[in-house]
């Protein structure tokens, strides 16, 4: 079992560089997850860290734990309030229309037998926007850099699709799946800051993997 990266920490707080592949939740079906660093990831405290917020199995990046209850319980205040900035990098399959903009799709979840459970835009949804900009062009895909404001379940996936235009690059759900160089959803959580009253923020950035760079991304 690989190491996790610690990207930063202190008292209350890691946050990892989450690998692609590692579930943050147990999956049904078995398999790696979170849960099975987490006793090394102690680091000499008595408690595990906690989740304080999810990443889809196939997203990498950055990834805040907290590391004992009332961290916790202030990090997910933050989250509510919504003091946790976040940045994502994304390969979008096709090219945006424009260099930046913003989306505000509302998003409802649907579910059928032949498909399973997926997010689509709906005005009846939760509110959910994401700002966008161009960051590189690849070839026929595009790197794109997201700034959401809000965090919804696969808002990122779906506003790509819904609102640039094309899914993201390797997305089984709202794509064509693989494709070459793709063998995941290409998405990584780029950075993450969390305000905290009266102490220094916390600030994190993880680098770009390694099957981002090998489709010509280039990191910083």
Request: aromatic share 4%; proline share 7%.
């Amino acid at each position: 079992m690989a190491d996790i990266k610690i990207i930063y920490e202190d008292g209350e707080a890691l946050v990892i560089d989450k690998p692609s592949g590692v579930s943050v939740d147990r999956p049904r079906k078995g398999g790696i997850c979170l849960e099975d660093h987490l006793e090394r990831l102690k680091l000499g405290f008595q408690r595990p860290p906690v989740a304080v917020h999810r990443l889809d199995t196939d997203t990498s990046g950055c990834l805040l734990l907290a590391r004992n209850p009332k961290a916790l319980a202030r990090f997910n205040k933050a989250f509510e309030d919504r003091l946790v900035g976040k940045t994502y990098l994304a390969v979008l399959a096709g090219h945006p229309p424009g260099e930046s903009g913003t989306i505000e799709l509302a998003l409802s979840k649907i579910s059928s037998a032949e498909k399973g459970w997926r997010m689509i835009p709906a005005k009846k949804g939760k509110a959910a926007v994401s700002h966008w900009e161009l960051v590189q062009e690849l070839g026929p895909h595009s790197l794109i850099r997201f700034r959401p404001e809000t965090g919804r379940t696969h808002q990122l996936r779906v506003h790509a699709l819904a609102g640039l235009g094309a899914p993201l690059l390797g997305d089984p759900v709202y794509g064509a799946g693989h494709a070459p160089g793709a063998k995941r959803t290409m998405l990584h959580a780029e950075s993450l800051t969390v305000t905290r009253p009266g102490k220094p923020a916390i600030e994190a950035r993880a680098a770009l993997p390694a099957d981002f760079l090998a489709l010509g991304a280039k990191d910083g």
